[in-house]
């Protein structure tokens, strides 16, 4: 049964606090990378260049961990998540990043666009959630 997110976990994830996505590799070891992150108040969502590491070992096994924490507060607003990744989509991917990086950087559109390697919309369903 999925997690639900609470309003207070809502709010840190949609500011801009950067997170860190957990993926496992073909060995299962971890690895882990910054990304932007949002929420449309269920899940998740990241943006990331399709065929990219992280990627591609969310096609492969679909569990990963996301870390976000407030860097003002990072003992009290922290929220650490076990999730399933439960869809990737090119659809509506390249408005996303260009509203991620107006978000992060005040710059849109987001300039490191490649026209060789499409956007992904990723949304991970919280299966457990930790934080406060």
């Known amino acids: 049964m999925p997690a639900q997110l609470t309003d207070e976990q809502v709010k840190l994830l949609r500011e801009t606090h950067l997170a860190q996505i957990v993926t496992l590799m073909t060995d299962g070891s971890p690895q882990i990378s910054p990304v932007w992150v ?3 108040g269920e899940h998740v969502i990241i ?3 399709d065929g990219r590491v992280k990627v591609r070992n969310m096609r ?3 569990r990963v961990a996301v870390g976000v924490y407030d860097a003002a507060n990072p003992y009290t607003r922290v ?3 076990r999730g399933t990744v439960v869809e990737m989509s090119t659809e509506g991917a390249a408005e996303h990043i260009d509203f991620l990086s107006d978000k992060y950087d005040g710059v849109t559109p987001y300039p490191n666009r490649s026209e060789e390697r499409p956007r992904l919309i990723i949304k991970i369903r919280p299966d457990r959630i930790y934080g406060h």
Do not use: F, G, Q, V
Request: no cysteine.
């Open 79 to 81: 929220l650490n998540i």
């Open 60 to 62: 492969r096994d679909p």
């Open 47 to 49: 943006n990331s260049e």
């Open 38 to 40: 949002d929420t449309d």
